[in-house]
């Protein structure tokens, strides 16, 4: 009994070792990952990828070291242990926090990018936890790339291929009748428009609306909208 004591002594020591490994290194990398969403000013940034990649990694660690008790015990006796279930909770929980830090504003939604990062961030830990420091490593890497070698190809596509939703208004002169100027709003081919109000602002009457287009098409409809003889000014709201 004493040498097996000794023995058990033996092995947690060196799984101790093991698993600040684990934790460090999965602190590492969900804080590589958490620096460029700092960057980029987003909700969840560096602090929070950290947590979260810690936290999953302690999840980890737990479900695979904590439970060795109970595998030993387990061909003498009815104890069962379910290690998947932790992970599958993990999964569950940063699925909501992920949910929080989307919303929409007007009509973009926002935060998209960060939530899917954090889900990520936190299988990197998780996999950090289990052991698989490598493949957790090549995650990080792969992540690390779609989100900064591929920003300037998002861009560019957002320029030459995406459509943008922007709500302008439009200011009439004094004593104009809207119905022209909601007719000519309507008639430029490639954008999408949709009048939200319709407001007096100091005698003068104020179109909003909201357009749906390429980012050269909107800029064009703006322009011409601008040459209509009621129209004072457009604007971006």
Known sequence: MEAAGALGSETTFALDGDVVVRLLVAALLGGLVGFEREVSDQAAGLRT???VALGASLFGVISTLGFL???QARASSTIQADVTRVASNVVVGIGFLGAGLIFRQGGAVRNLTTAASLWTV????????VGDVTTAAVASAVLLASLVVLRPVRSLVRTRLGRRTVTVNVHLRPGAD???TVDAMADTAGV???LLSLRKEGGRVVLTTELEGR???VRQWMAQLSAVPDVMAVDEG
Do not use: V
């Open 178 to 180: 809207p119905g022209p």
């Open 122 to 129: 936190a299988a990197i830990g998780l996999a950090c936890g």
């Open 49 to 51: 990828h950290i947590a």
């Open 192 to 194: 999408d428009t949709a």
């Open 69 to 71: 008790e109970f595998d």
């Open 215 to 217: 980012p050269g098409t």
